[in-house]
C-alpha cells in the first residue's frame, strides 16, 4: 500500500525566516516516484518537482530545496527565505511504477507573515 | 501548463440530479486523471483513463462514471448526485505513467 504522510497541518513563519515541510512515505515499490505540488490561495495545483527512488542527490532550485532520505522514508521540501507569495498549501505525493496513480498526502498550509 | 481546460468551473446542483464535468486538454496526453479534493483528505483519484475509451476505477470511483471518446476530452459524470459529492473537482494529464500531472484549474460542485 502506499501512503503519504504531511504532519504538520499548518505553519505560520515570518517573512525571511527559513521553513521546512515535512514528508513521510510508505511503499513497498522497489521503484517509486515523489512530488511537491503548490496549491496557492487561487486554488490551481502547481507541480514543483519529481525524483525517483535512485536518486537521493539533495536538489536545489532558487529558494526551493529538496531532501530525499531513503533510509528515513523522508522527502522534505525547505524554503529559503520565505516570502509572502510562498503562501499556499503544499502536498507531497507518491506513485510507484508504471502506477497511474498520485498518492497524495493531506497538505500543509504554510502562510509567510509579512 | 499543460492546456486543461474545466467546464463548468462552478455549480450547484440538487440531489438526484445527473451531473457532467467536462475536462478538454491541448497537449496530446495519453494519460488523463479525475480527483477530488476534500478537507483533511488531499486528492483522491476517481477514475483514470490511459487512452480513448481505455479506463479505470480509483481509489473513490463509487457513483461516478466516466467517458473518454476523444485524446483530449475526458467526461466524469454523477449519475444521481448526493450531498456527499460536494467537493472540488480536479481533471489531470500526464504524458506517462509515473510523471509528473499536469492539473486543470478545477470545478467546485455543491449538491444541495
Known amino acids: 500500500a502506499q501512503k503519504v504522510t504531511q504532519a504538520q497541518t499548518e505553519i505560520s513563519v ?12 510508505e ?17 490551481e495545483l502547481v507541480f514543483l518537482i519529481r525524483r525517483n527512488s535512485f536518486d537521493e542527490q539533495n536538489e536545489i532550485s532558487g529558494r526551493y530545496s529538496w531532501n530525499f532520505q531513503k533510509s528515513t522514508s523522508s522527502f522534505n ?3 529559503t527565505a520565505s516570502q509572502v507569495v510562498d503562501s499556499a498549501v503544499y502536498f507531497c505525493a507518491l506513485s510507484g511504477t508504471g502506477a497511474n496513480n498520485l498518492f497524495f498526502g493531506t497538505g500543509t498550509r504554510l502562510t509567510v507573515i509579512p | 501548463d499543460a492546456g486543461i481546460t474545466q467546464s463548468p468551473r462552478h ?13 478538454h486538454q491541448t497537449e496530446n496526453h495519453r494519460y488523463m486523471y479525475w480527483y477530488r479534493q476534500d478537507p ?7 477514475h483514470y483513463s490511459y487512452g480513448v475509451k481505455d479506463t479505470d476505477k480509483g481509489e473513490v470511483s463509487d457513483g461516478y462514471s466516466v467517458s473518454r471518446s476523444k485524446t483530449e476530452d475526458f467526461l466524469l459524470t454523477l449519475e444521481s448526485a448526493t450531498s456527499s459529492q460536494t467537493s472540488v473537482y480536479f481533471c ?6 509515473s510523471y509528473e500531472q499536469y492539473f486543470g484549474p478545477g470545478t467546485r460542485l455543491t449538491v444541495t
Do not use: M, N
Not at chain 2, 40 to 46: F, N, Q
Open chain 1, 14 to 25: 515570518v517573512e525571511k525566516e527559513d521553513v521546512t515541510l515535512d514528508c513521510v512515505y
Open chain 2, 11 to 23: 455549480k450547484v446542483t440538487e440531489t438526484g440530479t445527473p451531473v457532467t464535468l467536462r475536462c
Open chain 2, 40 to 46: 483533511g483528505h488531499g486528492l483522491r483519484l476517481i
Open chain 1, 27 to 43: 511503499t513497498r515499490d522497489t521503484t517509486y516516484y515523489l512530488f511537491w505540488y503548490k496549491q496557492p490561495p487561487s486554488g
Open chain 2, 92 to 97: 489531470a494529464t500526464s504524458g506517462q505513467p
Open chain 1, 77 to 79: 521540501f525547505t524554503i
